[in-house]
């Protein structure tokens, strides 16, 4: 920075005013005696019990670093009456306006309390949020805080604005929470209960400088604090008493209970289970084959059920007026079958995976109104392995097992003995083909053995984070920093029934523990019409020397933000400025096997010395009031991003490759969201986003075979290519809509009325397609650019009706939950080679063909893989082309079925609930 | 209480149905011959079909099967319901790629347990005899896991080398028997492939015990060509190269005597259950000079000899069932390798 630049920073920093807080919102607003208007001053402000602040000589008062959720505020002045507004909502980074209006000296006047937040109108406010709260998770038909999150607009799945997986953050109560690992292509390993939720959110811009590691979206979240009484939820949704297609083997289970456990001390817990015979349900049409299995069946894909179970509790604490210690613990664990083609007909060699991640968190608070202290502290573990299971899991309740799934090589990948690995690893047989298939001919389809992958890692994560704010009634100073110790250690070994060898690539493992720190600060400008933010956040990341290879120290980065909103007529506009950046997966500094030499090439080697993903983004937001009830928000953006991790040919030869920071692109859009929230018994959202996300040819790949050379002999180097990013989808439409009957809705029969209470919420979402790649019909030479193709256009609705009741003197419901209640069938991946799900009936006479070439041999009537259909003459063998290659055919058909090329098919859940 | 006991109520409606099952692979095979009749044909692989062996309950047999969907034709012991059908399962060495011939084959079976011989030869550099040979000792549901008894060729106590070993036989639940045999690769030409010649030269007696086996070799076992115990496994049915009788050695008297003469042709390849004794007669035994030709069938019940089978195919190795009703057989028709035939027997 310039010495001009710092002294526009001391400026800024010097005129500190509020601002944004991830976890807290604020409650400001005047006391005034009704007569007159008159302020009140020196009267005392509480929130939940707790004296806060005072008004000042104008009435006014403001309540800083309140948390999210409902809270009682208290008003009391001598000579006035003592004023309490018990429902009071605080939405994290927003401001929450109760002004009190008293009559001074007179107990019988009414009180009057206003209490709304404006977070569309609100100037401090420079971030680009959207949000659901905890109650709205329930009535959408969401399932998890990432489907709710995807209901934001410019996301597609976890991808945020145009940026691939893994460039976001998940923010917990103010901590950053991240699978540094391999987030780029794993989960995060542990998943919030919604009952936990006080709200999400998704920040895809000005988020504050107290954030980092993201560069294109902040998932930020605020948990419940224990109530004041105790209260809980008990759900359970299934779709077994819908047979036939409609059951897809899918229960889940939530309990959930919080409350008081004296002194102020509070207590939430819940336990959010989940099972389902199908994880991946796919639409895909039956197979036309009559023999095939899927062909009467096409629901439900075996050897693709799915567990889960999320468990999470958290204990709040006070000590003394100003201080709390928050305990926050979860687990989850992920266990999947996982459905492969190649074991179609025999899934007990098909693969597996475990997921296990755990949150241990805790939060000592010192708050009072002018200076506020965080200590954080977070241990964050997650553990993966995938590969073949040791022996197949029972179910014992849908599709609930109940025990730990055992994975063949599984210790061995815990020990990360590569010298043992060399040999065929135990528990790992090698393949041969299945003769359990309608078609009977050996191709394709496979038993006996595993495709012999085992890959294993572990990540963990000690995390100290102080953050400090220091404020008066109008002006705020945002600081602190953050240190965390990684220790990340993998295992992957390929072919792991054989020896390693020429073909077999040597096990990988590595072992390294670095450490990442990070410090900023924030601060606001207040001008008469306008307010300039202002942050700056340094980021560093040094691997460490465990890991193999040479490195080159610790990486920097600086990343200044700066925001510029004002109040228009009836409307802000806010113009922000940001540069992001995050530390790249940890997966990519090391090396990899990998036994596909077709796509990724067989090894991969890690780049120990890669620096940071970086982003540049510009937004220009412009924020409306139409009417009362009406809002609407329109953020035009510019992200430029550059240094993305990409694999680079070593040579010529592509089995050959490093990770490097060589990609770069930009992604411009505009966001439009209008919304009327739920009044009067209805609601709606509606979002629409117009993207453009394009990446630059610096692919290697792509370059070497784009490099051309003319008639002189010379060489000719590509120019700048620009071709779509992955996840480039130029439109999205989401629209949310709630209707909620009062309890006199609709007639009444018999003295029911069905309609009373009854609410109802939908969800339409209509993208156009993402881009894929095509290539010729062998797969080596690209056709067009790369991304130059799409996929076709997607739509699905989703709803949930909940009918309320009274059971017993308790609130209960029961609800009917649709997801794709049109039955779309969703095209969300083709063949390269064709643009279509399917191959072309060319490609699998061409499959067919080298399978017979491979096999001609004839099959007796002995063999398992006779099929009496097939011996056309009788004779006890199905031999020569006419009666083998018809079986071929079918058999490639039958492998080539494009099923996870389709999207889920409609999803039904009928649900009970009970409050109490 | 009342609430959360309806609530109950409810989610036991709720959770009273089971989901939907997965679709699930109904090729079942087939059961029984492809045509009945007698005899009836059980295999039709263009490969050898070889060796059979009855299990102990009569519910199926085991035997050597030419695999041709295999690249390196494996030979694995193949598993088949007694009636005939579909093969349940194969027995194979199939850990290596398909660089290596792998061979089971003689198998015995005792309880749950298989005694059999595993032998490998390199596919692409073959030699004249197989690289690894060896006698092991399995669990039947697994027969891959198998223990080491005796690697071969081996030489014994008793001064005598054994090439290989063929019709491995159990006389108790530690007691085996089998015949030692001397092996030769005559060529017809000097430009011509070799062929194999296996000649017996002896019985040998093997009892397992915690050290492993204790040969023994049987008097009046020398030359024998074949042998078939009794159900007790205190007799020991054999003959002899070039000799047209059935001996009868019974261990726990030492006597060996003449069971019954044929008269004419080579008498070979005995199996005997319930009373009822098969033979191979006639036909052109192997020798340093000739292929195996394999033989006629003959069935012996009491004082009657029947030639089962069309008098121009060629048997060999039967396989009485249990209880004595039935015989499998290998047999040539025409074909270049032999099939499993069933025979009903009166």
Same mark, same amino acid.
């Given at each position: 920075?310039?010495?001009?630049?710092?002294?526009?920073?001391?400026?800024?920093?010097?005129?500190?005013?509020?601002?944004?807080?991830?976890?807290?919102?604020?409650?400001?607003?005047?006391?005034?005696?009704?007569?007159?208007?008159?302020?009140?001053?020196?009267?005392?402000?509480?929130?939940?019990?707790?004296?806060?602040?005072?008004?000042?000589?104008?009435?006014?008062?403001?309540?800083?670093?309140?948390?999210?959720?409902?809270?009682?505020?208290?008003?009391?002045?001598? !000579?006035?009456?003592?004023?309490?507004?018990?429902?009071?909502?605080?939405?994290?980074?927003?401001?929450?306006?109760?002004?009190?209006?008293?009559?001074?000296?007179?107990?019988?006047?009414?009180?009057?309390?206003?209490?709304?937040?404006?977070?569309?109108?609100?100037?401090?406010?420079?971030?680009?949020?959207?949000?659901?709260?905890?109650?709205?998770?329930?009535?959408?038909?969401?399932?998890?805080?990432?489907?709710?999150?995807?209901?934001?607009? !410019?996301?597609?799945?976890?991808?945020?604005?145009?940026?691939?997986?893994?460039?976001?953050?998940?923010?917990?109560?103010?901590?950053?929470?991240?699978?540094?690992?391999?987030?780029?292509?794993?989960?995060?390993?542990?998943?919030?209960?919604?009952?936990?939720?006080?709200?999400?959110?998704?920040?895809?811009?000005?988020?504050?400088?107290?954030?980092?590691?993201?560069?294109?979206?902040?998932?930020?979240?605020?948990?419940?604090?224990?109530?004041?009484?105790?209260?809980?939820?008990?759900?359970?949704?299934?779709?077994?008493?819908?047979?036939?297609?409609?059951?897809?083997?899918?229960?889940?289970?939530?309990?959930?209970?919080?409350?008081?456990?004296?002194?102020?001390?509070?207590?939430?817990?819940?336990?959010?289970?989940?099972?389902?015979?199908?994880?991946?349900?796919?639409?895909?049409?039956?197979?036309?084959?009559?023999?095939?299995?899927?062909?009467?069946?096409?629901?439900?894909?075996?050897?693709?059920?799915?567990?889960?179970?999320?468990?999470?509790?958290?204990?709040?604490?006070?000590?003394?007026?100003?201080?709390?210690?928050?305990?926050?613990?979860?687990?989850?664990?992920?266990?999947?079958?996982?459905?492969?083609?190649?074991?179609?007909?025999?899934?007990?060699?098909?693969?597996?995976?475990?997921?296990?991640?755990?949150?241990?968190?805790?939060?000592?608070?010192?708050?009072?109104?002018?200076?506020?202290?965080?200590?954080?502290?977070?241990?964050?573990?997650?553990?993966?392995?995938?590969?073949?299971?040791?022996?197949?899991?029972?179910?014992?309740?849908?599709?609930?097992?109940?025990?730990?799934?055992?994975?063949?090589?599984?210790?061995?990948?815990?020990?990360?003995?590569?010298?043992?690995?060399?040999?065929?690893?135990?528990?790992?047989?090698?393949?041969?083909?299945?003769?359990?298939?309608?078609?009977?001919?050996?191709?394709?389809?496979?038993?006996?053995?595993?495709?012999?992958?085992?890959?294993?890692?572990?990540?963990?994560?000690?995390?100290?984070?102080?953050?400090?704010?220091?404020?008066?009634?109008?002006?705020?100073?945002?600081?602190?920093?953050?240190?965390?110790?990684?220790?990340?250690?993998?295992?992957?070994?390929?072919?792991?029934?054989?020896?390693?060898?020429?073909?077999?690539?040597?096990?990988?493992?590595?072992?390294?523990?670095?450490?990442?720190?990070?410090?900023?600060?924030?601060?606001?400008?207040?001008?008469?019409?306008?307010?300039?933010?202002?942050?700056?956040?340094?980021?560093?990341?040094?691997?460490?020397?465990?890991?193999?290879?040479?490195?080159?120290?610790?990486?920097?980065?600086?990343?200044?933000?700066?925001?510029?909103?004002?109040?228009?007529?009836?409307?802000?506009?806010?113009?922000?400025?940001?540069?992001?950046?995050?530390?790249?997966?940890?997966?990519?500094?090391?090396?990899?096997?990998?036994?596909?030499?077709?796509?990724?090439?067989?090894?991969?080697?890690?780049?120990?010395?890669?620096?940071?993903?970086?982003?540049?983004?510009?937004?220009?937001?412009?924020?409306?009031?139409?009417?009362?009830?009406?809002?609407?928000?329109?953020?035009?953006?510019?992200?430029?991003?550059?240094?993305?991790?990409?694999?680079?040919?070593?040579?010529?030869?592509?089995?050959?490759?490093?990770?490097?920071?060589?990609?770069?692109?930009?992604?411009?859009?505009?966001?439009?969201?209008?919304?009327?929230?739920?009044?009067?018994?209805?609601?709606?959202?509606?979002?629409?986003?117009?993207?453009?996300?394009?990446?630059?040819?610096?692919?290697?790949?792509?370059?070497?075979?784009?490099?051309?050379?003319?008639?002189?002999?010379?060489?000719?180097?590509?120019?700048?290519?620009?071709?779509?990013?992955?996840?480039?989808?130029?439109?999205?439409?989401?629209?949310?809509?709630?209707?909620?009957?009062?309890?006199?809705?609709?007639?009444?029969?018999?003295?029911?009325?069905?309609?009373?209470?009854?609410?109802?919420?939908?969800?339409?979402?209509?993208?156009?397609?993402?881009?894929?790649?095509?290539?010729?019909?062998? !797969?080596?030479?690209?056709?067009?650019?790369?991304?130059?193709?799409?996929?076709?256009?997607?739509?699905?609705?989703?709803?949930?009706?909940?009918?309320?009741?009274?059971?017993?003197?308790?609130?209960?419901?029961?609800?009917?939950?649709?997801?794709?209640?049109?039955?779309?069938?969703?095209?969300?991946?083709?063949?390269?080679?064709?643009?279509?799900?399917?191959?072309?009936?060319?490609?699998?006479?061409?499959?067919?063909?080298?399978?017979?070439?491979?096999?001609?041999?004839?099959?007796?009537?002995?063999?398992?893989?006779?099929?009496?259909?097939?011996?056309?003459?009788?004779?006890?063998?199905?031999?020569?082309?006419?009666?083998?290659?018809?079986?071929?055919?079918?058999?490639?058909?039958?492998?080539?079925?494009?099923?996870?090329?389709?999207?889920?098919?409609?999803?039904?859940?009928?649900?009970?609930?009970?409050?109490? | 209480?009342?609430?959360?006991?309806?609530?109950?109520?409810?989610?036991?409606?709720?959770?009273?149905?089971?989901?939907?099952?997965?679709?699930?692979?109904?090729?079942?095979?087939?059961?029984?011959?492809?045509?009945?009749?007698?005899?009836?044909?059980?295999?039709?692989?263009?490969?050898?079909?070889?060796?059979?062996?009855?299990?102990?309950?009569?519910?199926?047999?085991?035997?050597?099967?030419?695999?041709?969907?295999?690249?390196?034709?494996?030979?694995?012991?193949?598993?088949?319901?007694?009636?005939?059908?579909?093969?349940?399962?194969?027995?194979?060495?199939?850990?290596?790629?398909?660089?290596?011939?792998?061979?089971?084959?003689?198998?015995?079976?005792?309880?749950?347990?298989?005694?059999?011989?595993?032998?490998?030869?390199?596919?692409?550099?073959?030699?004249?005899?197989?690289?690894?040979?060896?006698?092991?000792?399995?669990?039947?549901?697994?027969?891959?896991?198998?223990?080491?008894?005796?690697?071969?060729?081996?030489?014994?106590?008793?001064?005598?080398?054994?090439?290989?070993?063929?019709?491995?036989?159990?006389?108790?639940?530690?007691?085996?028997?089998?015949?030692?045999?001397?092996?030769?690769?005559?060529?017809?030409?000097?430009?011509?492939?070799?062929?194999?010649?296996?000649?017996?030269?002896?019985?040998?007696?093997?009892?397992?015990?915690?050290?492993?086996?204790?040969?023994?070799?049987?008097?009046?076992?020398?030359?024998?060509?074949?042998?078939?115990?009794?159900?007790?496994?205190?007799?020991?049915?054999?003959?002899?190269?070039?000799?047209?009788?059935?001996?009868?050695?019974?261990?726990?008297?030492?006597?060996?005597?003449?069971?019954?003469?044929?008269?004419?042709?080579?008498?070979?390849?005995?199996?005997?259950?319930?009373?009822?004794?098969?033979?191979?007669?006639?036909?052109?035994?192997?020798?340093?000079?000739?292929?195996?030709?394999?033989?006629?069938?003959?069935?012996?019940?009491?004082?009657?000899?029947?030639?089962?089978?069309?008098?121009?195919?060629?048997?060999?190795?039967?396989?009485?069932?249990?209880?004595?009703?039935?015989?499998?057989?290998?047999?040539?028709?025409?074909?270049?390798?032999?099939?499993?035939?069933?025979?009903?027997?009166?």
């Amino acid at each position: 920075m310039t010495p001009r630049a710092w002294l526009v920073c001391a400026a800024l920093m010097a005129a500190a005013a509020p601002l944004v807080a991830q976890t807290n919102g604020s409650i400001i607003g005047h006391v005034r005696q009704r007569d007159g208007g008159q302020p009140v001053s020196g009267a005392e402000i509480g929130v939940d019990g707790r004296w806060l602040d005072r008004s000042d000589s104008t009435g006014f008062y403001r309540l800083r670093e309140v948390r999210s959720g409902w809270h009682v505020v208290t008003m009391r002045a001598i !000579g006035f009456d003592t004023m309490r507004r018990d429902s009071v909502l605080v939405r994290a980074s927003q401001v929450t306006v109760v002004n009190f209006t008293v009559g001074a000296y007179t107990i019988e006047q009414p009180i009057v309390v206003e209490a709304y937040a404006d977070s569309i109108l609100d100037p401090t406010l420079v971030a680009t949020v959207q949000r659901l709260t905890g109650d709205e998770l329930r009535r959408f038909p969401v399932t998890t805080l990432e489907e709710a999150v995807a209901l934001s607009a !410019g996301a597609v799945g976890e991808s945020y604005r145009g940026g691939r997986l893994g460039q976001q953050a998940f923010v917990l109560d103010g901590l950053g929470v991240k699978n540094q690992l391999d987030a780029s292509s794993g989960p995060l390993g542990v998943r919030l209960p919604p009952d936990l939720l006080t709200e999400a959110s998704l920040t895809t811009n000005g988020f504050s400088a107290r954030y980092g590691q993201a560069i294109s979206g902040l998932v930020n979240v605020v948990t419940k604090d224990g109530g004041d009484r105790w209260s809980g939820r008990v759900v359970y949704e299934t779709d077994r008493l819908l047979g036939g297609t409609a059951d897809l083997g899918q229960d889940r289970a939530v309990f959930s209970v919080d409350g008081p456990l004296g002194r102020g001390a509070g207590l939430v817990a819940v336990l959010d289970v989940e099972g389902k015979m199908d994880a991946d349900p796919v639409n895909a049409p039956p197979s036309p084959e009559p023999r095939d299995p899927r062909n009467a069946s096409p629901a439900l894909l075996p050897h693709n059920s799915g567990e889960r179970y999320d468990a999470g509790v958290k204990l709040r604490v006070p000590l003394g007026s100003a201080h709390t210690l928050r305990l926050f613990a979860l687990r989850s664990v992920e266990q999947r079958l996982l459905y492969d083609p190649l074991y179609k007909y025999d899934t007990p060699q098909a693969p597996a995976r475990r997921v296990v991640g755990d949150l241990l968190t805790a939060h000592l608070q010192r708050a009072t109104n002018s200076f506020t202290a965080d200590l954080r502290a977070a241990y964050f573990a997650r553990e993966f392995i995938r590969g073949a299971l040791t022996d197949q899991p029972a179910y014992q309740f849908g599709a609930f097992t109940g025990r730990t799934f055992h994975f063949a090589g599984e210790e061995l990948a815990r020990s990360q003995d590569t010298a043992l690995a060399a040999a065929p690893v135990a528990g790992f047989a090698a393949p041969d083909f299945s003769d359990r298939t309608p078609w009977g001919v050996p191709a394709f389809f496979q038993t006996g053995g595993s495709r012999g992958d085992l890959g294993w890692n572990r990540f963990r994560e000690m995390r100290g984070q102080a953050d400090f704010s220091v404020g008066g009634p109008r002006a705020d100073f945002y600081f602190g920093g953050e240190v965390a110790w990684q220790n990340v250690r993998t295992f992957q070994r390929a072919l792991a029934y054989l020896p390693v060898g020429d073909t077999v690539p040597p096990a990988t493992a590595s072992s390294f523990q670095p450490t990442a720190a990070a410090a900023y600060f924030e601060s606001q400008l207040h001008g008469d019409d306008f307010v300039v933010t202002f942050g700056l956040r340094y980021d560093q990341i040094n691997p460490g020397s465990g890991i193999p290879g040479q490195t080159f120290g610790a990486r920097r980065s600086v990343n200044p933000r700066l925001g510029f909103s004002t109040v228009l007529k009836g409307a802000t506009f806010v113009a922000s400025w940001g540069r992001f950046s995050q530390a790249p997966d940890f997966q990519f500094l090391v090396d990899a096997a990998f036994d596909d030499t077709l796509r990724t090439g067989r090894f991969r080697r890690g780049n120990p010395n890669l620096g940071f993903e970086d982003a540049t983004q510009y937004e220009f937001s412009l924020r409306a009031r139409p009417s009362e009830t009406t809002t609407l928000r329109v953020n035009v953006y510019n992200k430029l991003l550059d240094g993305l991790v990409a694999s680079v040919p070593l040579g010529i030869d592509p089995d050959s490759t490093i990770f490097g920071n060589a990609d770069f692109g930009n992604v411009k859009g505009a966001d439009v969201i209008a919304e009327r929230p739920v009044r009067d018994g209805w609601g709606v959202r509606v979002a629409y986003t117009l993207q453009k996300a394009e990446a630059s040819a610096t692919n290697a790949f792509q370059l070497v075979r784009r490099i051309r050379i003319d008639q002189n002999g010379d060489t000719i180097n590509p120019a700048n290519v620009q071709y779509p990013l992955d996840y480039d989808r130029r439109h999205n439409f989401t629209f949310l809509g709630q209707v909620q009957l009062s309890d006199s809705a609709g007639p009444a029969v018999a003295g029911v009325r069905p309609f009373a209470r009854l609410e109802a919420a939908m969800i339409t979402r209509v993208s156009s397609g993402l881009p894929f790649t095509m290539t010729n019909a062998a !797969g080596d030479t690209l056709i067009g650019l790369p991304n130059s193709h799409r996929l076709p256009l997607t739509m699905t609705v989703d709803l949930l009706m909940r009918r309320q009741f009274g059971l017993v003197g308790r609130q209960a419901s029961v609800y009917l939950d649709v997801r794709n209640l049109l039955n779309r069938r969703n095209i969300e991946a083709v063949r390269r080679e064709t643009g279509m799900p399917n191959l072309t009936p060319q490609g699998i006479d061409s499959l067919a063909e080298r399978a017979y070439a491979a096999h001609p041999e004839a099959i007796p009537y002995e063999s398992p893989r006779y099929r009496s259909f097939a011996d056309l003459n009788g004779n006890g063998l199905i031999e020569g082309r006419t009666e083998l290659f018809p079986l071929f055919q079918s058999a490639a058909r039958d492998y080539t079925q494009p099923l996870f090329s389709y999207g889920a098919p409609r999803l039904f859940r009928l649900g009970i609930e009970l409050l109490f | 209480m009342k609430a959360v006991a309806t609530f109950t109520l409810l989610l036991g409606v709720f959770t009273a149905c089971g989901h939907t099952s997965p679709f699930s692979s109904n090729e079942g095979g087939s059961s029984g011959p492809l045509i009945p009749g007698q005899p009836a044909q059980l295999t039709f692989s263009p490969g050898a079909d070889l060796i059979p062996e009855w299990l102990p309950d009569g519910s199926g047999f085991a035997f050597t099967a030419e695999r041709r969907d295999r690249a390196d034709h494996d030979r694995c012991l193949a598993f088949m319901p007694g009636d005939g059908g579909t093969i349940s399962r194969y027995a194979c060495s199939t850990v290596a790629a398909d660089d290596t011939l792998n061979v089971y084959d003689e198998a015995a079976f005792q309880g749950d347990s298989v005694a059999y011989v595993r032998s490998s030869t390199e596919r692409f550099l073959p030699g004249l005899g197989p690289d690894r040979q060896s006698l092991v000792i399995a669990p039947a549901a697994n027969p891959n896991a198998a223990r080491l008894l005796q690697t071969i060729p081996f030489t014994t106590t008793w001064s005598a080398t054994y090439d290989a070993i063929s019709h491995v036989a159990w006389l108790g639940p530690a007691r085996l028997a089998f015949i030692g045999e001397h092996v030769t690769f005559p060529r017809g030409c000097s430009s011509c492939v070799p062929d194999t010649a296996r000649i017996g030269i002896g019985i040998v007696i093997a009892d397992l015990d915690a050290g492993g086996l204790t040969l023994t070799r049987m008097p009046d076992g020398d030359s024998a060509s074949s042998l078939a115990p009794s159900a007790n496994g205190d007799t020991v049915y054999f003959t002899r190269n070039n000799d047209t009788r059935v001996f009868r050695r019974t261990l726990s008297t030492a006597i060996t005597d003449t069971l019954l003469d044929f008269g004419v042709g080579v008498a070979r390849d005995l199996s005997v259950s319930s009373g009822t004794l098969a033979a191979i007669v006639g036909g052109i035994p192997a020798s340093p000079s000739n292929s195996d030709r394999g033989g006629a069938l003959q069935i012996v019940q009491g004082p009657t000899i029947t030639q089962l089978g069309d008098s121009s195919w060629r048997f060999r190795r039967p396989a009485l069932s249990p209880d004595g009703t039935r015989i499998i057989v290998s047999a040539w028709n025409g074909a270049p390798n032999a099939d499993l035939w069933l025979f009903a027997l009166p």
